[in-house]
């Protein structure tokens, strides 16, 4: 079988970067994790992240510079280093985006073996379940995530996006897919990596929606805050935008089976508000 190359960034992530190595470890031939604040700005929330990924003897640990004003910028720069110091970099293995948010059940790890030794794909995007304010509530969207390296002179050129277009595309449908937690990360951060995420490219909408939406949003008034929504960006839904998918009544999805062993262990599934988790609201 290919090899797989697990690439894990992470920033201001202490209360995930445990399970997120775990997970890698097990799913990953070579796991490479860069720890670093991608922009200045972002500088502002080191904690022990880097110290815990230290603890891990069988990763290739990596600390990033803040050297780009940009994040978009900043993270493709992390993770073409990670190639330029991975011992598996090479035709024919794949690249696994792991973000220390982002978790798989096993039955997605051997769905994503499957597809890999079939040799029929090049690229797999993964459908996921996007967690808002805890792990019941949740929005529908799917983002890219596995590459096959068809040379290794390719590249990452913004954030998660590859220089070559894939061909032979497969979708993880979300019945295996991720468990994507963002929302429940700090969103002190999202706040300030959306400010300086895009280079030309202001993003007060965003900006706005995290200070007005998401920190009051309640479940008992769901039909009030996603009027509020619609009123602010015109959207039916919790999310500003089209990118991330409620349910036919613009209402987010509830979702009350097992989350993957890694969270399953950490005890997360039982916080009922990640905001308070954080002390931000």
Known sequence: MNKIIGLLKAWGAEDWIRPAIKQALEYCDEVIVAIGAYTPQLGEFEDDTYNICKEYRDIKLLKCEASKQYVCQAVADAHNNMLKNSELHGQGNWLWILDVDEFYPDSAYEEIK????????????????????????????????????????????????????????????????????????????????????????????????????YPNYEFEKEDYWIEQNLKMFGIKSPWFNKGMTPNEDGKLFIYTGQHPKFIEEIGYPKVKDFRKFYDVK
């Open 114 to 213: 499957t597809i890999i030794e079939s040799n029929k794909y090049d690229f797999i995007r993964v459908e996921e379940k996007f967690f808002f304010i805890n792990m019941q509530h949740y929005l529908e969207a799917s983002h890219g995530r596995l590459i096959r390296v068809e040379d290794t002179k390719d590249f990452f050129v913004s954030v998660n996006d590859w220089s070559r277009k894939p061909k032979t595309p497969y979708l993880l449908s979300r019945r295996t897919g991720m468990f994507h937690y963002s929302m429940l990360a700090d969103t002190r951060i999202h706040r300030v990596r959306w400010e300086t995420e895009y280079p030309g490219t202001a993003q007060p909408h965003k900006v706005k929606w995290l200070d007005k939406i």
